[in-house]
């Protein structure tokens, strides 16, 4: 939480900063214009660009410095920024942090479950009928492909579904958001993820059409020294679902057949 609010405080800033007060003066009799933020502490407004006070919502330009929107709103009573509370506008309630800030919630796509030694989720459509070795339920990964290495696919962030060690290596299933990516297929997705993810000294397969449980993935290894990562990608509801193995290269028969065996969840 900390650092959450140090990045809001630092995305305040730099958006008053880049709006902050700009004189305009045409010459020397004409009175000084203000615009953008103004104030100090928490008793902030906010002037456009005629120097009329503004009421409403102010995006931050930068967001949180995460790839999420950032929103102030000004109260039209006071034409100050609220702050600190939960106020309902336009019907809808909304948590103002201490600084002001108002993070766009994050969409999520839906979460399967593991139990009686089973993953499944129908909303993939995705089934590991016996789960082989152990899993983790809370594997933090959500910024993983937000780095700005990951602009061409759309730093998309990243729903964590399962997360299963074999003896052979690892096996994941997550979702990513595709908002800024809406058009990408999952040949192209696949194809850009191997090459970012390859470097200047690894080796990328093209992706290739597969079946999993009686759907179609793009499959693409990308591979170092000792260790190869493959994923398996395919397009849905506005997310890219994939399925992801990592071990050692001499594994990666291995890691597939546990891929390929997995079933419909409906």
């Known amino acids: 939480m900390k650092l959450k609010k140090v990045m809001l ?7 008053i900063g880049s709006v902050n007060m700009v004189t305009a003066l045409a010459d ?19 002037y456009d660009s005629n120097g009329n006070l503004k009421s409403g919502w102010i995006k931050a330009e930068d967001g949180d410095g995460r790839g999420n929107d950032v929103w102030y709103y000004i109260d039209p009573s006071t034409n100050l920024m609220i702050y600190n509370t939960t ?50 339920a809370d594997f933090e990964a959500a910024d993983q492909y937000t780095g700005g ?16 060690s074999t003896d052979f290596g690892d096996v994941e299933v997550y979702y990513l958001n595709m908002k800024d990516k809406q058009d990408m297929d999952a040949q192209t997705f696949a194809n850009t993820l191997a090459g970012i993810e390859k470097g200047q000294k690894g080796q990328a397969t093209t992706a290739e059409t597969v079946t999993i449980a009686n759907q179609q993935y793009s499959k693409v290894t990308v591979s170092g020294k000792k260790t190869s990562r493959t994923y398996y990608c395919r397009k849905q509801d506005g997310y890219m679902v994939v399925v992801q193995t990592t071990g050692r290269t001499k594994d990666v028969a291995s890691l597939n057949s546990i891929v390929m065996s997995m079933t419909t969840a409906q």
């Open 9 to 15: 405080m630092a995305a305040l800033a730099a958006a």
């Open 28 to 46: 020397e009799n004409e009175t000084e214009t203000k615009y953008g933020w103004e104030g100090s502490g928490n008793t902030w407004r906010y």
């Open 149 to 164: 290495e990951y602009a061409a696919i759309g730093r998309p962030s990243l729903t964590h579904d399962l997360y299963m």
């Open 87 to 136: 106020r309902t506008i336009d019907g809808v309630s909304y948590t103002f942090s201490d600084d002001g800030s108002w993070v766009v919630p994050v969409q999520t796509a839906p979460k399967g479950h593991v139990t009686g030694g089973r993953y499944y989720n129908t909303w993939s459509n995705l089934c590991i009928p016996q789960i082989i070795g152990t899993t983790e």
